[in-house]
């Protein structure tokens, strides 16, 4: 059972990023996939969030209207397209995969798998 993040990496205000998140060896297209980021000297929060169907996209206020989370079942895949990059966004993001059965997506705890985690540096 494992999660791969990729695609972070250093870029300036303004600019994009997207993160893949490939998953393998267990039923993907049954699990809700999250993005969840932690910054220095802060708690992990949730980002976005994708239903299993890809029907539902859940994202946290600030990155609405920036990010856009997907979904390619055929391929284990999600992603997270970062518009419009600020330096908040900063963080190390995660991605976990969970069967949350009308819980919150936005708690940790609600998600089985976790990746690595790929680091985003927004600076000048």
């Known amino acids: 059972l494992q999660l791969q993040a990729s695609g972070g990496g250093l870029?300036?205000?303004g600019n994009s990023?997207?993160?893949?998140?490939?998953a393998s060896g267990f039923s993907f297209n049954v699990y809700a996939i999250a993005w969840?980021?932690?910054?220095?000297?802060?708690?992990?929060e949730g980002v976005s969030c994708i239903g299993s169907s890809g029907g539902s996209q859940y994202y946290k206020d600030s990155v609405?209207?920036?990010f856009t989370?997907?979904?390619?079942?055929?391929?284990?895949?999600?992603?997270?397209q970062m518009n419009s990059l600020k330096p908040e966004d900063t963080a190390v993001y995660y991605c976990?995969?969970?069967?949350?059965?009308?819980?919150?997506?936005?708690?940790w705890m609600n998600y089985a798998y976790w990746g690595q985690g790929t680091?985003?540096?927004?600076s000048s």
């Open 96 to 107: 976990a995969a969970g069967r949350l059965y009308g819980r919150s997506w936005r708690s």
């Open 11 to 13: 870029v300036q205000p």
């Open 36 to 44: 969840f980021r932690q910054a220095p000297g802060k708690e992990r």
């Open 69 to 80: 989370i997907s979904r390619d079942n055929a391929k284990n895949t999600v992603y997270l």
């Open 17 to 22: 990023l997207r993160l893949s998140c490939a």
């Open 64 to 66: 609405k209207g920036r």
């Open 119 to 122: 680091l985003v540096t927004v």
